[in-house]
């Protein structure tokens, strides 16, 4: 059996999130900025967080676990005006600043033939393209969520927690979570931290509240902005979920976290040595469901129309065997 990471020198959940959290959670600007943790209060987060072993020591679906019959059937119950919204951007043959790795699509059959067929070449990882993160994608002290090895990933793939191990899919109850709309702006700025305190002022606002087995996703704004000043990098900073918000996640048994950026906020306010720490934390201890760059433009507005900010949420991934995600195309349906 594998040794967990042993619980010591913990810090209470509420003392760590009332010490870290700053004094004004719903501005831009400077008094918005990441909160500051330590790599020694990553290192309490992560074992506090850990759901390591409730679901079985070999669990390799981490929250999956979340979404029972019951939610489902609570899901398909939201569908009332029957209109469904894809949640992925398009996908882009164009390099651009925020495409630095185009997809390759090679047409295999000449023109002139009865039927048209290519091939697929695509770096779906990182600031672009819409995916899902499967639980060997991200470590912490070489140990991925349940305390599998960093040595079961090698040049062949993952040999334990792979995509596949995610392959049907998700279908639950999806909650959008629009800060941009809560802080009367069109896009957050770049290093603007989304924070416990803006999705809890968020429910207060909608009367919504996270339940076991949902999904969040939670729009920045990203697209809006493209929109309004062309393509950019979030290379240099981005807005997104800080560390710090994930206590709350972990507290209402999200299923699944999606956001329009790479998840993180940057720079982060966590110590250097800890790698995108929402993302560390959230895989590696939660075994939460991470999607990246989703598309939450039409979804907002459907929303805001319908003035309904819950509704059916499905995706399904590639179930490439030992792959470390998958693009997906979610859909919210209202």
Request: one cysteine or more; charged letters at 20%; hydrophobic letters at 40%.
């Amino acid at each position: 059996m594998r040794k967990h990471i042993a619980k010591t020198l913990l810090l209470s959940l509420p003392l760590l999130c009332a010490g870290i959290l700053p004094a004004t959670a719903n501005a831009q600007g400077s008094d918005a900025l990441p909160p500051t943790i330590s790599a020694q209060e990553i290192d309490d987060m992560f074992n506090e967080l850990s759901n390591w072993g409730r679901w079985g020591d070999d669990d390799q679906r981490g929250t999956l676990n979340l979404i029972t019959p019951e939610k489902r059937r609570q899901a398909a119950s939201l569908v009332r005006e029957g209109i469904s919204v894809s949640l992925s951007k398009n996908y882009s043959t164009e390099e651009a600043v925020d495409n630095v790795s185009p997809m390759q699509v090679i047409m295999t059959i000449p023109p002139a033939a009865p039927v048209a067929m290519d091939e697929w070449r695509i770096f779906y990882h990182g600031l672009t393209y819409t995916h899902m993160d499967a639980m060997c994608h991200a470590y912490y002290k070489d140990q991925a969520y349940n305390g599998f090895p960093v040595t079961d990933v090698t040049e062949e793939g993952c040999s334990t927690s792979g995509i596949e191990h995610l392959k049907e899919g998700v279908l639950s109850r999806g909650i959008l979570i629009d800060v941009p709309r809560l802080k009367g702006v069109d896009y957050l700025e770049p290093g603007t931290p989304v924070l416990a305190s803006d999705i809890e002022a968020w429910e207060r606002e909608t009367g919504l509240r996270i339940e076991p087995g949902d999904v969040v996703l939670v729009r920045t704004g990203r697209w809006a902005k493209k929109t309004d000043i062309g393509p950019y990098s979030l290379m240099s900073g981005s807005p997104g979920v800080h560390v710090s918000a994930l206590p709350l996640l972990k507290e209402r048994d999200a299923a699944v976290l999606g956001t329009d950026v790479g998840l993180d906020v940057s720079p982060s306010g966590v110590d250097p040595s800890v790698v995108i720490p929402t993302h560390t934390v959230a895989i590696a201890s939660m075994g939460l469901i991470i999607i990246d760059n989703a598309s939450f433009e039409e979804l907002a507005e459907t929303a805001a129309r319908l003035n309904r900010w819950e509704f059916m949420f499905q995706l399904s991934p590639i179930p490439v065997e030992g792959g470390t995600g998958s693009i997906i195309n979610p859909i919210a349906t209202f």
